[in-house]
């Protein structure tokens, strides 16, 4: 049996068996053992798995001792120590080696694809739709990230609560151990080996974050702890300094509140105003209004590229010329973006960019704000501290540029290390590839959850990404979330602080799965087929 026998075996199998039900863990051990795997050893040449990005110059010659371009992966005894035995997986990249990828070496970004034509059939309804192209291979995607293997309540873990945050891949979570065994130091400041260490490290992270959003300058790059701070910083720092009564800010109705209530404070304290764009019954923005909004009082327009709670896809770049052209300055917030498409800060041309790391597979408190340089330049520092000055006497400091005048103190270095390895992970899949297969996930998904009588789609724009809204007829937000559960189905139910966008469409909550790549047409399958049976209970009354 090949790889690709396997998967579709796999597929099958776990397609069909709603009563066999959480089998995935006993399938991959006879898939391992049908594999014929021989086991990993460091006797044997380990496998290295590349790390994109890693041609990035380093500040200094390389010591030889910063992080490796290509990581040796730990041997089998590592990594089961690393995980309970239930959850050890040897990792993609090892246990399905050469087996049928076209002689790519496994841990090429090819691997996760498989060749046109002998993707793994998909059964029933996924079927109608048209494949990705080059399809994903699903199944390696998965064993990359040991949480997905997972039981809850009796039931292998179907995790679609993506928009709250993802999950890491176990290059992430190597990526931390390593920093932690070879590298831990406080950075930029001593003389010594280690420091060395996670100063590279943490700076080629900042370049590969640059890489991502294609800003033209890593100095554009600050770590911070997730948008919300990132938001607050702007807000704080440049909205003191250049808002003042009879100024205007305007937001969408489609925002978070991390991107309302900032600027809510702000005014409050400076006597600005907050103007609202409206969204239509499908919950796009309004164009026309917005256009209207906008006048020469207008100083700031900030609005999400991607709605976290309907899913909607805002025309960023048109909005943020519109801004433009009245001369205020824009904040997108990309927090719900990155995660599935190509991020391109200098085509989009805004003036802030912001998102958090544990939303693209990456660790919790560590985030980003974009900034073009002059703008980040001109702006006061937000927190006074160690590493953001370039001197100090008790009369007067001066102040580094940025990033280093807005990165006060100790941060989150490990994390912000591990943001990198994450960016690689999704670089290696390819952001495209992503976009492509979360869309078709996502029309199907639709469709399955329109089919269902007295669900109420809430976001029905032709351009979304990530998120399906709905209520149910008859149930609470909450029933629904807690029957979910109760068969090992992770979405969120509730006002997904985003509140104003929820009562527009005359709702407190709604339930929300939200997708990622690793998700599959059997995920969306059994969500439908759940929400079916909890009709189903209420109607037997
Ligand atoms: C999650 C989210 C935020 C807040 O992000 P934090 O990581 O909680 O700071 C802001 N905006 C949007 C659109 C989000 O989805």
């Given at each position: 049996?090949?790889?690709?026998?396997?998967?579709?075996?796999?597929d099958?199998?776990s397609?069909?068996?709603?009563?066999?039900?959480?089998?995935?863990?006993?399938?991959?051990?006879?898939?391992?053992?049908?594999f014929?795997?021989?086991?990993?050893s460091?006797?044997?040449?380990p496998?290295?798995?590349?790390v994109?990005?890693?041609?990035?110059?380093?500040?200094?010659?390389?010591?030889g001792?910063?992080?490796?371009?290509?990581?040796?992966?730990?041997?089998?005894?590592?990594?089961?120590?690393?995980?309970?035995?239930?959850?050890?997986r040897?990792?993609?990249?090892?246990?399905?080696s050469?087996?049928?990828?076209?002689?790519?070496?496994p841990?090429?970004?090819?691997?996760?694809?498989?060749?046109?034509?002998?993707?793994?059939?998909?059964?029933?309804?996924?079927?109608?739709?048209?494949?990705?192209?080059?399809?994903f291979?699903?199944?390696?995607?998965?064993?990359?990230?040991?949480?997905?293997?997972?039981?809850?309540n009796?039931?292998?873990?179907?995790?679609?609560?993506?928009?709250?945050?993802?999950?890491?891949?176990?290059?992430?979570?190597?990526?931390?151990?390593?920093?932690?065994?070879?590298?831990?130091?406080?950075?930029?400041?001593?003389?010594?080996?280690?420091?060395?260490?996670?100063?590279?490290?943490?700076?080629?992270?900042?370049?590969?974050?640059?890489?991502?959003?294609n800003?033209?300058?890593?100095d554009e790059?600050?770590?911070?702890?997730?948008?919300?701070?990132?938001?607050?910083?702007?807000a704080?720092?440049?909205?003191?300094?250049?808002?003042?009564?009879?100024?205007?800010?305007?937001?969408?109705?489609?925002?978070?509140?991390?991107?309302?209530?900032?600027?809510?404070?702000?005014?409050?304290?400076?006597?600005?105003?907050?103007?609202?764009?409206?969204?239509?019954?499908?919950?796009?923005?309004?164009?026309?209004?917005?256009?209207?909004?906008?006048?020469?009082?207008?100083?700031?327009?900030?609005?999400?590229?991607?709605?976290?709670?309907?899913?909607?896809?805002?025309?960023?770049?048109?909005?943020?010329?519109?801004?433009h052209?009245?001369?205020?300055?824009?904040?997108?917030d990309?927090?719900?973006?990155?995660?599935?498409?190509?991020?391109?800060?200098?085509?989009?041309?805004?003036?802030?960019?912001?998102?958090s790391?544990?939303?693209v597979?990456?660790?919790?408190?560590?985030?980003?704000?974009?900034?073009?340089?002059?703008?980040?330049?001109?702006?006061?520092?937000?927190?006074?501290?160690?590493?953001?000055?370039?001197?100090?006497?008790?009369?007067?400091?001066?102040?580094?540029?940025?990033?280093?005048?807005f990165?006060?103190?100790?941060?989150?270095?490990?994390?912000?290390?591990?943001?990198?390895?994450?960016?690689?992970?999704?670089?290696?899949?390819?952001?495209e590839?992503?976009?492509?297969?979360?869309?078709?996930?996502?029309?199907?998904?639709?469709?399955?959850?329109?089919?269902?009588?007295?669900?109420?789609?809430?976001?029905t724009?032709?351009?979304?990404?990530?998120?399906?809204s709905?209520?149910?007829k008859?149930?609470?937000?909450?029933?629904?979330?807690?029957?979910?559960?109760?068969?090992?189905?992770?979405?969120?139910?509730?006002?997904?602080?985003?509140?104003?966008?929820l009562?527009?469409?005359?709702?407190?909550?709604?339930?929300?799965p939200s997708?990622?790549?690793?998700?599959?047409?059997?995920?969306?399958?059994?969500?439908?087929?759940?929400?079916?049976?909890?009709?189903?209970?209420?109607?037997?009354?």
């Amino acid at each position: 049996m090949n790889t690709n026998e396997f998967n579709q075996w796999i597929d099958k199998v776990s397609g069909e068996a709603s009563a066999y039900v959480p089998d995935i863990e006993s399938l991959t051990q006879m898939g391992n053992a049908l594999f014929n795997t021989p086991p990993l050893s460091r006797s044997t040449e380990p496998p290295a798995l590349t790390v994109p990005g890693a041609e990035v110059s380093h500040s200094r010659p390389a010591t030889g001792s910063s992080y490796p371009s290509t990581i040796p992966l730990p041997c089998e005894a590592e990594l089961k120590a690393l995980f309970t035995p239930n959850q050890y997986r040897a990792p993609a990249h090892i246990s399905l080696s050469d087996s049928d990828h076209s002689g790519h070496p496994p841990w090429e970004s090819s691997f996760y694809f498989l060749d046109e034509g002998i993707a793994p059939e998909r059964h029933d309804r996924a079927a109608q739709i048209p494949a990705a192209h080059p399809p994903f291979d699903i199944h390696a995607i998965r064993r990359d990230f040991p949480i997905l293997q997972e039981h809850v309540n009796g039931h292998s873990l179907v995790w679609l609560d993506n928009a709250a945050t993802t999950q890491k891949p176990q290059a992430v979570i190597d990526r931390l151990t390593y920093f932690y065994t070879h590298e831990n130091s406080n950075i930029h400041r001593a003389a010594h080996e280690l420091a060395a260490r996670a100063t590279d490290a943490y700076e080629e992270s900042r370049n590969k974050v640059r890489q991502f959003l294609n800003a033209a300058s890593t100095d554009e790059i600050i770590f911070l702890r997730g948008t919300t701070e990132a938001i607050n910083l702007v807000a704080q720092s440049w909205g003191r300094q250049h808002i003042s009564a009879g100024d205007e800010i305007i937001i969408t109705w489609l925002e978070h509140h991390a991107n309302i209530v900032p600027w809510q404070m702000l005014c409050n304290e400076t006597g600005a105003r907050l103007r609202v764009v409206p969204v239509d019954e499908d919950g796009q923005v309004l164009l026309e209004e917005y256009q209207k909004l906008l006048n020469s009082h207008t100083r700031l327009v900030a609005f999400s590229q991607v709605s976290n709670a309907l899913g909607t896809i805002t025309p960023a770049r048109q909005m943020v010329e519109m801004a433009h052209r009245v001369g205020a300055r824009v904040l997108v917030d990309g927090a719900q973006s990155v995660s599935h498409m190509r991020v391109d800060v200098q085509q989009l041309d805004c003036d802030w960019f912001v998102f958090s790391g544990h939303k693209v597979f990456g660790p919790t408190g560590i985030g980003v704000l974009y900034g073009k340089t002059e703008l980040l330049n001109d702006t006061q520092p937000w927190q006074g501290g160690g590493n953001m000055i370039q001197d100090v006497t008790f009369e007067k400091t001066a102040y580094h540029g940025a990033p280093a005048r807005f990165e006060a103190g100790t941060g989150n270095i490990a994390d912000a290390v591990g943001l990198g390895a994450a960016i690689d992970y999704v670089e290696r899949i390819g952001l495209e590839n992503i976009s492509r297969y979360e869309h078709e996930l996502m029309t199907y998904a639709t469709g399955c959850l329109k089919s269902i009588a007295g669900l109420r789609l809430i976001g029905t724009a032709p351009d979304k990404a990530g998120v399906l809204s709905f209520t149910l007829k008859d149930f609470s937000t909450e029933e629904v979330g807690t029957a979910l559960n109760r068969e090992g189905i992770a979405v969120r139910a509730g006002h997904h602080c985003a509140q104003p966008i929820l009562r527009r469409f005359g709702v407190e909550s709604t339930v929300r799965p939200s997708l990622a790549f690793y998700n599959t047409y059997t995920d969306i399958d059994r969500l439908a087929a759940a929400i079916d049976r909890i009709r189903g209970k209420k109607n037997a009354f």
